[in-house]
C-alpha cells in the first residue's frame, strides 16, 4: 500500500484478555518500529527489527509484551494479560532502514483501551 | 541516557503570526540526529525534518525553519505566518543510532493557531 497500515484502529478489551496489533509497512521497507503512545508516558519505543537481524526488544516493557515480523514484512504485538495500564494508541512504523538515509514513516495507530 | 524537552505544553497564536516550539535534547553521543514529527488530529506523526549533529546549518522549508545550536543543545522550530491547518502537536526526537532506531520523543506541544 502506500503507507503504513495498522488494524485494528480501535479496540476495546477486557483487562486480562490478550490483543493482537497488526502493521503492514510499505512495501520494500526493511526496517519496523513499534511505540506506544499514552497520555502518563508520552511516545515510547517498544521494539525495533531490521532485516533478518534479531529485534532489538528493548523498550517492551514487561514480559506480557511481545512482537513477531513474518517474512520481513507484517508485523503483530501482542499483549498477554491485559492490564488497564496497557491502554494506550500502538504506532507502527517503517523504513528503509540502517544505511539508508530515509525517515521512518508512521501508520495512524491502534487506540487500545483496556476495560 | 538520552533525553528531549519541550517546555511548551500548548501554545497558541493568531493565523499569520509567527511562532517558536522550542526543543532542548540531551545525550552524551557525539554523533546523533534530531527530528521534528507533526501529529495531525488524524493521529499519524508526519515527518518534518532530520538533522544530524555535524549539521548545524539552519534550514528553511517554506514557511518551516528550523534552528540547530549545539552550543545550547537546542533544536527549534519556527513557523511563520501560521495557517489554520498547522494547528497539531508537534514532537521534537534524538537518536544516537543511524537514522530512525529508537527515536527518543519529547512530549510534544499543542499549537492551536486561532482563526
Known amino acids: 500500500g502506500a503507507g503504513v497500515s495498522q488494524s485494528p484502529s480501535n479496540k476495546v478489551t477486557e483487562k486480562g484478555k490478550d490483543v493482537e496489533l497488526r502493521c503492514d509497512p510499505i512495501s520494500g521497507h526493511t526496517a519496523l518500529y513499534w511505540y506506544r503512545q499514552s497520555l502518563g508516558q508520552g511516545l515510547e519505543f517498544l521494539i525495533y527489527?531490521?532485516?533478518?537481524?534479531?529485534?532489538?526488544k528493548s523498550g517492551l516493557p514487561s514480559d506480557r509484551f511481545s512482537a513477531e515480523r513474518t517474512g520481513g514484512s507484517v508485523s503483530t504485538l501482542t499483549i498477554q494479560r491485559t492490564q488497564q495500564e496497557d491502554s494506550a494508541v500502538y504506532l507502527c512504523a517503517s523504513s528503509f532502514g540502517r544505511g539508508r538515509n530515509t525517515e521512518a514513516f508512521f501508520g495512524q495507530g491502534t487506540r487500545l483501551t483496556v476495560v | 541516557a538520552q533525553k528531549v524537552t519541550q517546555a511548551q505544553t500548548e501554545i497558541s497564536v493568531v493565523e499569520k503570526e509567527d511562532v517558536t516550539l522550542d526543543c532542548v535534547y540531551e545525550?552524551?553521543?557525539?554523533?546523533?540526529?534530531l527530528f521534528w514529527y507533526k501529529q495531525p488530529p488524524s493521529g499519524e506523526l508526519v515527518f518534518l525534518i532530520r538533522r544530524n549533529s555535524f549539521d548545524e546549518q539552519n534550514e528553511i522549508s517554506g514557511r518551516y525553519s528550523w534552528n540547530f545550536q549545539k552550543s545550547t543543545s537546542s533544536f527549534n522550530f519556527t513557523i511563520t505566518a501560521s495557517q489554520v491547518v498547522d494547528s497539531a502537536v508537534y514532537f521534537c526526537a534524538l537518536s544516537t543510532n543511524f537514522g530512525n532506531e529508537k527515536l527518543t520523543f519529547g512530549t510534544g506541544t499543542r499549537l492551536t493557531i486561532i482563526p
Open positions: 545525550t552524551r553521543d557525539t554523533t546523533y540526529y
Open positions: 527489527f531490521q532485516g533478518n537481524s534479531a529485534p532489538d
